[in-house]
């Protein structure tokens, strides 16, 4: 059947998302695996994805978990964010290190970040997903459980600034293991909710962080108090890294019971299908889950997933960069123009850009939101993101006035639906990847998604140092 687009009256006749799903629908030749019909009758079972009703129901408590490991993957990093009052107090004697601990903070972790994600995701062939996952969660809860000791023993703050780099190297590392080990392994469920859930969990790890500093400024801004509130911020630090170490030995007692509940699925669903329909049945169910067989995994090139998906993963590669560009950037030099306090004004951006991350990446749970299936749309949304950019310069940077002089202008139209724009556009193309690749490249696929984040995120802070002088 030969490829046409709608009509004009065809499209005056739809709502508007179905309208943008028909004017962005895909030729055939760029389809999901598990729907095109020439291929179905033809292909092996054990080719299919898991939507035909063999592999692995859905499963609320698996979901919780993979949101848990969301959680755990980024709660480090907003941890070093929320603690940069602490950090700023123990840099104050070296005038150099307070102001540039921050970009250095940046530079040491996305280098790492995506240095990391690149090698790992060419080690793909015995690669054991579940071991990095595992790893990832160990090297986090060591190095927070150090930092929370540190706070405890007073230094220099160039020795402090050394000892802080290594320690972001150390966790921007674990991220790295636990993005690509994730995402891949997620993926090799063949649920799509599965990877909404680690992405939802991120924006629950940017959520709270900000919240709870709203609170501790709340609770420490009394006139008179400085001591106080040096020994508040110390405090603070404690159990922010604290915080981190329960985050990660939580996240990880929950992925061994999620291994150890996914092998006995497995063994029994393997045993049955050997009964019933021999072993051909029998070897299609193990293959859903092929973490567990690293050695008999065949490595798929970059540029092949490339090329199977050029628009989702230019998406989520244009989504974070554009994020990047302008969001801690312009968050941390707009003040209120109602005379907020900035030391409640900056952390209240924060935390309302990332309730829009947040409730844009649970909207995309919803069947009938997804653009799953339309990712030149989603490609082009992504890009259209960049009109947020030049609406941050209509608001108070630096106080030096705005032209549009509106605490609720910045909030809600500007910070807001930047973030919820970029929580749905990156879980979208996140969940969506998996759909256009064979059921054996669906690991290699995660890992490689994970990578052009990381990717976009890395361009993004080194394109945000042009408006670092805004």
Known sequence: MLHRSPTAYELSNLSGMERIK???????AYAPVDTAPEQEEEDDSSSRTLSDGHGPPFSWLEYSIFLLLGVAMLWAWNMFLAAAPYFQSRFKDSTWILNHFQAAEISVSTITNLVSMIVLSKLQKNASYPKRISASLVINAVCFTILAISTLV????????????VAIFAASLSTGLIQNGLFAFASGFGRGEYTQAIMTGQAVAGVLPPLTQ???????????????????????????FITATVISVLALLAFFYLLRRNAQAEALRSAKDTHVHGTTEGDMAASYHSSASASERTPVGLWALFRKLPFLSLGVFTCFAVTMIGFPIFTASIFSVSGIDSAIFIPLAFLVWNVGDLLGRLVTISPKLSLTHYPIALFCISGARLVFIPMYFLCNIKDRGAVVASDFFYLFIVQFLYGLTNGYVGSECMMGAGEWVAAEEREATGGFMGLMLVGGLTAGSLLSFALGDV
């Open 22 to 28: 028909r004017l962005f629908e895909p030729a055939p």
């Open 154 to 165: 007073r230094t220099s703050a160039g020795l402090y600034f050394a000892f802080l780099l």
């Open 214 to 240: 709203i609170i501790s400024v709340l609770a420490t801004s009394k006139p008179g108090q400085s001591g106080d509130a040096a020994a508040a911020s110390n405090t603070s630090a404690f159990v922010y």
